[in-house]
């Protein structure tokens, strides 16, 4: 795997990518099978960081499911949303800070945009999404 993520760096260097890590696991045993990291003398692999990139795709997936089309129009503007502790809101940014107003669900899923995907588990539920990732 180290091979094949120093032969694509090039290519992730292109995209602005200039680190990468991969993780295989063994989910019936639990065995790590590969650990690789390139870029960074930090393992991406093992920091701590908020698991939102790695569920945007399911919530999508959930809102697709109940009818939603790809092309349906999302608002990437600045928002607020109720959290489960009350009086307590969330105003997500994207990774740039910048927001870039109506856009596709695509376009959105495809730039892993946060504000779009917040309304987006807003409006569908969160428990749509828990029951996709359930099953």
Known sequence: VLG?????????????AHQAAVVVLDNASG????????????DAATTPR???SALKPFVYAAAFERGWH???VLADVPSTFPTAEPGILYSPRNYDGRFRGPMRARVALAGSENVPAVALASEIGVASIADLLRH
């Not at 760096?9 to 995209?15: G, P």
């Not at 065995?31 to 930090?42: F, M, N, P, Q, R």
Request: hydrophobic share 45%; proline share 6%; no cysteine.
């Open 4 to 16: 094949i993520l120093r032969a694509r760096q090039a290519q992730l260097a292109a995209h602005d």
């Open 70 to 72: 790809p092309g349906r």
């Open 31 to 42: 065995t790590w099978l590969v650990w690789a990291t390139i870029g960074s003398d930090i």
């Open 50 to 52: 908020q698991p939102g």
